[in-house]
T-cell receptor, first 113, second 115 residues
Framework: NAGVTQTPKFQVLKTGQSMTLQCAQD?????MYWYRQDPGMGLRLIYY???????DKGEVPNGYNVSRLNKREFSLRLESAAPSQTSVYFC????????????FGPGTRLLVL | AQKITQTQPGMFVQEKEAVTLDCTYD???????LFWYKQPSSGEMIFLIY??????QNATEGRYSLNFQKARKSANLVISASQLGDSAMYFC????????????FGKGTRLHILP
């Protein structure tokens, strides 16, 4: 099992450009999440998907959109990137039946110039 | 108010000593889970240990144990016999009930193990 995979690993964008971060999990998990990690801020939840076909906002959703393409895949889109979106983005998944462990992908480092 | 508080931004510990990383939490939900993650310099988030609010015993996983004091709302991570490879950032996190939007991370503690 690969667990949670993310592409790309690194990306540099110019302000105003768009891009999609891809995430896939092979653990048959119901719930998937997108976080951003900024220095000194810990991880903050951007969006989550409790099950296939549903998505909801987390703590910091502005400037992002998500798609739960199927049970395996959950993508994060930046329509018009801003320097404030420079961060490390983590995708995670969990079984989704209660307060249990989340498993994280390796992260995507995004720099917006 | 912060839901997860990690009061130690950084710690230096001699190799082979035990380490306690502090975490306090705040919730009114009787059902919650507490987690610790390790983030080495390579950047990945590694799950270490989990404690459910209804668990009667403190969780243990190898050299990791969670000192769960429910009345004090404390969930400290204890690493026994520290190793150089334990040098990393450590995050405490809490999930309230079944709420996917109620997963909150602390700001982390950077642990340095000295040879």
């Amino acid at each position: 099992n690969a667990g949670v995979t993310q592409t790309p690993k690194f990306q540099v964008l110019k302000t105003g450009q768009s891009m999609t971060l891809q995430c896939a999990q092979d653990m048959n998990h119901n719930s998937m999440y997108w976080y951003r990690q900024d220095p000194g801020m810990g991880l903050r939840l951007i969006y989550y998907s409790a099950s296939e076909g549903t998505t909801d906002k987390g703590e910091v959703p502005n400037g992002y959109n998500v798609s739960r393409l199927n049970k395996r895949e959950f993508s994060l889109r930046l329509e018009s990137a801003a320097p404030s979106q420079t961060s490390v983005y983590f995708c995670a998944s969990s079984v989704g039946l209660g307060p249990e462990t989340q498993y994280f992908g390796p992260g995507t480092r995004l720099l917006v110039l | 108010a912060q839901k997860i508080t990690q009061t130690q931004p950084g710690m230096f510990v001699q190799e082979k000593e035990a380490v306690t990383l502090d975490c306090t939490y705040d919730t009114s939900d009787p059902s919650y889970g507490l987690f610790w993650y390790k983030q080495p310099s390579s950047g990945e988030m590694i799950f270490l240990i989990y404690q459910g609010s209804y668990d009667q015993q403190n969780a243990t996983e190898g050299r990791y144990s969670l000192n769960f004091q429910k009345a004090r709302k404390s969930a400290n991570l204890v690493i026994s016999a520290s190793q150089l490879g334990d040098s990393a950032m450590y995050f405490c996190a809490m999930r309230e009930g079944n709420r996917d939007d109620k997963i909150i991370f602390g700001k982390g503690t950077r642990l340095h193990i000295l040879p």
